[in-house]
């Protein structure tokens, strides 16, 4: 059985207090939550939630990395570094980081093995854009990042990763992919993760992302192949945020 996992992306979000403050509120919010909950707040305030986390049921994770563990790379962050923070998640590919910042299916691959290499799980991002939606290549587009992400990786690391799949015209839209849509992408990437590692496949856990909100988390998560949500914008807030987690906890 898959635990559900549900993860807050902030994104450039929050100062160190606001962030400390969101998480304090949060856990008392979701406490005895049946579900996994994981934050990941901009680096700055990793170490602030680290401590505001700290005997809760809340998770910290990280939304990049860098692959090489030191060196002369001005403005990166390393998984080592990471790791020492308390960060037991790692953001990988997100749509915006290939969008704005030159990600390539090659450098996420460096990036998982380095996520993997330090003990920490990389939460994999994959999704096509509206063109590409438009023009039938959401499967041949999803395929394409999924085997770039896991390639090099044996069967047992395949097995503890988390794939986000996360359509791009579907992110910060307020527009989302209906359950079945989700489903059924969702579903086909599992079924690309068995050809390249066989049973591994059952083991993994596939989230949506996309404009989730409280009202449409349910429906969600109550689809056999989705094991959770890479949350955006709705999870800025600690009642919206929670409210998600508590929908998603009755499924």
Known sequence: MRRLIIAGNWKMHKTVQQAVDFTKELASLAAGAGVEIVLCPPFTA???VAEAARGTN?????????????????GEISAPMLKEVGCQYVIVGHSERRRYFGET?????????AVFKHGMTPVVC???T???????RTEQVVRAQTEAALKGLDAEKVAGLVIAYEPVWAIGTGKTASAEDAQQVIAYIRGVIRELAGDSADKVRIQYGGSVKPENAAGLMSQPDIDGALVGGA???PDSFAGIIKESGKV
Do not use: C, M
């Open 46 to 48: 990793l170490h602030g």
């Open 58 to 74: 809340i998770a910290l994770g990280a939304q990049d990395v860098y692959w090489e563990d030191e060196g002369a790379f001005t």
């Open 105 to 113: 299916d090659e450098t996420v691959n460096k990036k998982v093995k």
């Open 126 to 128: 994959v999704g096509e």
């Open 130 to 136: 509206l063109p590409e939606r438009e023009a039938g």
């Open 235 to 237: 999870s800025l807030k």
